[in-house]
């Protein structure tokens, strides 16, 4: 039996990587994942305006360093009220520093005058996946729902505790949720299933080159 094909993950968020490993190995993708940390590959600039910039310049980065097929997502959470935002900039919403309280507090505090059936809000992500010669593929998940207030849920990461997901049908907050049940709605594995329809062929290419 062949070993499965190392691809390298551009995160250096643990949670973010066992989230990946579940949804895939659950869609029957065996691959060994591995993180950008793991390799010692320097974090790209995210200077992109969008999702799929980011992604995009996060997965050539890992894939020209490592001569791996290399994967990446940008994600983030999109309030309607506030125009979009935090949207690309949710991981450092509160600054360059910020921790997840610190950027839920600041969410909170931009709504605090706006009524709770119009804090609507999705979260969103863009999955790419780019081999080193440079080939790539680029997919979207999304996930409506809305922001609550106050917190509730100790699972998940960011802005889970905050957010209602439409698809729950139960008021429970992401954070509420196990892992099993927010990957069978969350955005991210919208975006990595539909990756992982896609990921065998580009595998096979990248293994023929």
Do not use: W
């Not at 066992?18 to 895939?24: G, K, M, S, W, Y």
């Amino acid at each position: 039996m062949s070993a499965a094909p190392r691809v390298v993950v551009a995160t250096a968020n643990a949670h973010k990587l066992v989230e990946i490993r579940a949804i895939l190995a659950a869609h029957g993708v065996e691959v060994e994942l591995v993180s950008m940390i793991d390799l010692g590959v320097p974090s790209p600039l995210e200077d992109g305006d969008t999702f799929e910039a980011n992604a995009l310049i996060k997965a050539h980065a890992c894939a020209a360093a490592t001569g791996l097929v290399a994967l990446a997502d940008d994600s983030g959470l999109a309030v309607d009220i506030l125009d979009g935002a935090p949207g690309v900039d949710s991981a450092y919403y509160a600054g360059p520093r910020a921790d997840d309280d610190a950027n839920n507090a600041k969410l909170l505090a931009a709504l605090t005058d706006v009524p709770p059936d119009e804090r609507t809000a999705r979260f969103v992500c863009v999955a790419a996946a780019v081999v080193p010669d440079g080939s790539e593929v680029v997919v979207r998940g999304e996930m409506p729902g809305h922001v609550v207030d106050p917190p509730r849920g100790q699972h998940g990461f960011g802005y889970d505790p905050l957010f209602v997901a439409d698809a729950t049908g139960d008021g429970r907050t992401n954070g509420e949720l196990t892992p099993a049940e927010k990957d069978a709605i969350s955005h991210r594995g919208a975006a990595f299933r539909a990756l992982a329809d896609r990921l065998p062929a580009l595998l096979a290419g990248a293994t023929e080159q």
